[in-house]
């Protein structure tokens, strides 16, 4: 079974430039998690998804981010106009239920210059 | 909100002396789930504690969760190099049906 695959692995954006990231969660999942890490930082909470539904969205900045899990199709991350502070890895998970074992995608390193 | 919390963040040691490190909760967890990132990759699952007072072992890392299932502790013998990395707990609020709730994460360095 392929893990959890994420692309690109690396994103470079300039300042106002949209940045989409995009996480196919482990055949089989329905549940997706969607991390930001800093560098020497931890991982910070953004947002969890189900099939077409955003189930917790309480650590995603309101503005300029969004979230969608379609039916068809793999998890969307969207930052628009984005800034320096956007940089970081971001990490997508899934799991088979809620609570159980997440499973991490490489991650997408976005850069803005 | 529940909060699960690592510290110190960082900890450097010799190649060949014992690590341990705490993984503390504020409210009682249904389980219990520790990651290792190595740098430049990804968290990885390690092991999952259910039950109190469990202890599992995996070659030279020993985890257990404690008896009010709040906290649990990672334990390396004689260290490597190869365990570099950052470890993360996790854990799911007893009852609550919740999502993972993520620490920190300690990273650990190992001096040769």
């Known amino acids: 079974n392929a893990g959890v695959m994420q692309n690109p692995r690396h994103l470079v954006r300039r300042r106002g430039q949209e940045a989409r990231l995009r996480c196919s969660p482990v055949k089989g999942h329905s549940h997706v998690y969607w991390y930001r890490q800093l560098p020497e930082e931890g991982l910070k909470f953004m947002v969890y998804l189900q099939k077409e539904n955003i189930i917790d969205e309480s650590g995603m900045p309101k503005e300029r981010f969004s979230a969608e899990f379609p039916k068809e199709g793999p998890s969307i991350l969207r930052i628009q106009q984005v800034v320096r502070g956007d940089s970081a890895a971001y990490f997508c998970?899934?799991?088979?239920?809620?609570?159980?074992?997440?499973?991490f995608g490489p991650g997408t390193r976005l850069t803005v210059l | 909100g529940q909060q699960v919390m690592q510290i110190p963040q960082y900890q450097h040691v010799q190649e060949g002396e014992d690590f341990t490190t705490y993984c503390n909760s504020s409210?009682?967890?249904?389980?219990i789930q520790w990651y290792k990132q190595r740098p430049g990759g990804h968290p990885v699952f390690l092991i999952q504690l259910v039950k109190s007072g469990e202890v599992k072992k995996q070659k030279r890392l020993t985890f257990q969760f404690g008896e009010a299932k709040k906290n649990s502790s990672l334990h390396i013998t004689a260290t490597q190099t190869t365990d570099v990395g950052t470890y993360f707990c996790?854990?799911?609020?007893?009852?609550?049906?919740?999502?993972?709730?993520f620490g920190k994460g300690i990273t650990l360095s190992v001096r040769p």
């Open positions: 996790a854990g799911e609020v007893a009852g609550a049906n919740s999502k993972l709730t």
């Open positions: 409210t009682t967890l249904s389980n």
């Open positions: 998970a899934s799991s088979p239920l809620i609570s159980d074992t997440q499973y």
